[in-house]
């Protein structure tokens, strides 16, 4: 039988542990719920997409759905889509895998890379069967219950230079993922900005619809 001496000091308990501190972040993707600088950004519902002078903005669609976005800023081209996904974990490692596996299917050729968002894919992929292959980056982002992923094409999947303004898009993009239930890959759901559907309000004619060509709003600045 052990006994406790007399006088003897109380053992300490060891101090809980704390979370290490989360770094403040510098530049986004921005969630809608945390503090994110001002900015000029159209609002596309699920994304406040920065826009800049000589940036032209058109909207990708499947079905009767807006999924994503396309930015043209001179001969590059961005686009963007935003995702639900799990509370606790992230999914680009597992959207990486599908896209090098469909890379390959498509006859083009793909590599990990470090980027300014982490790890990407830069890929050399032929817009049509038998075509040259074009040069392409796939970024992802991981976020709080939302994935977004971008696509840099043209010039700036080279080039340094012609990517930076596009890269600064995806710094200041403000995902909205709102609070409903959603399935993990589910595509966050855009609309058009009120500036397009005014217009297609008061001009209902059918070279007003703004899925045609792309579909596309007129440059925004």
Do not use: C
């Amino acid at each position: 039988m052990f006994r406790r001496r007399r006088g003897a000091a109380e053992p300490m308990a060891a101090p809980p542990e704390t979370e290490p501190a989360v770094p403040v972040r510098e530049s986004g993707p921005w969630d809608a719920d945390e503090g994110y600088p001002t900015a000029e950004r159209v609002d596309l519902g699920g994304l406040l997409l920065p826009i800049g002078a000589g940036f032209e903005v058109q909207l990708q669609v499947a079905g009767d759905q807006i999924i994503g976005a396309l930015v043209l800023v001179e001969e590059s081209a961005l686009q963007v889509h935003a995702f639900a996904a799990p509370k606790r974990s992230g999914i680009w490692d597992e959207v990486r895998a599908e896209l090098v596996r469909e890379v390959g299917v498509a006859d083009g050729t793909v590599e990990e890379r470090e980027g300014p968002f982490g790890i990407e894919l830069a890929a050399q992929v032929p817009q049509q069967p038998g075509e040259a292959k074009q040069p392409v980056r796939y970024l992802g982002i991981d976020g709080p219950r939302w994935f977004l992923r971008a696509v840099v094409s043209g010039p700036a999947a080279v080039d340094p230079a012609a990517a930076e303004p596009l890269e600064n898009v995806i710094k200041d993009i403000v995902v909205v993922r709102g609070d409903e239930p959603m399935a993990p890959k589910e595509a966050i759901a855009l609309r058009l900005p009120a500036e397009a559907r005014q217009a297609m309000e008061q001009e209902p004619e059918p070279e007003w619809n703004p899925f045609e060509r792309g579909p596309e709003i007129a440059e925004i600045r």
